[in-house]
């Protein structure tokens, strides 16, 4: 089993930063890549940024492309999503993923935090 522990989410102004952070602790060794995926009430959970836990490679979605940038501290056993340029659309609750599966950026997490709020205040 692997533990996800988020924080640093909160309420900010368009235009503003916020980072989240997310710690692993338990069987990282088996994790292949951590995501960041997010939900809004009522839609489906989308994908946001992966990057894997050994190389470093990072993929992310179109949307937040040049705004957003997702790195990992392997000493620290820890993810993080730093987010600029915030925008009222980027509402939601931010949840962080460990996958074991090489395949597929987007898909086949195997375990999940508690997710996060951020709100961005227009």
């Known amino acids: 089993q692997v533990q996800l522990v988020e924080s640093g989410g909160g309420l900010v102004q368009a235009g503003g930063s916020l980072r989240l952070s997310c710690a692993a602790s338990g069987r990282t060794w088996s994790v292949y890549k951590m995501g960041w995926f997010r939900q809004v009430p009522g839609k489906e959970r989308e994908f946001v940024a992966a990057v894997t836990w050994g190389g470093g490679s990072t993929y992310y979605a179109d949307f937040v492309k040049g705004r957003f940038t997702i790195s990992r501290d392997n000493a620290k056993n820890t993810v993080y999503l730093q987010m600029n340029s915030l925008r009222p659309e980027d509402t939601a609750v931010y949840y962080c993923?460990?996958?074991?599966?090489?395949?597929?950026?987007?898909?086949?997490?195997?375990?999940w935090g508690q997710g996060t709020q951020v709100t961005v205040s227009s």
């Open positions: 993923a460990a996958g074991r599966s090489q395949a597929n950026w987007k898909a086949e997490y195997d375990y």
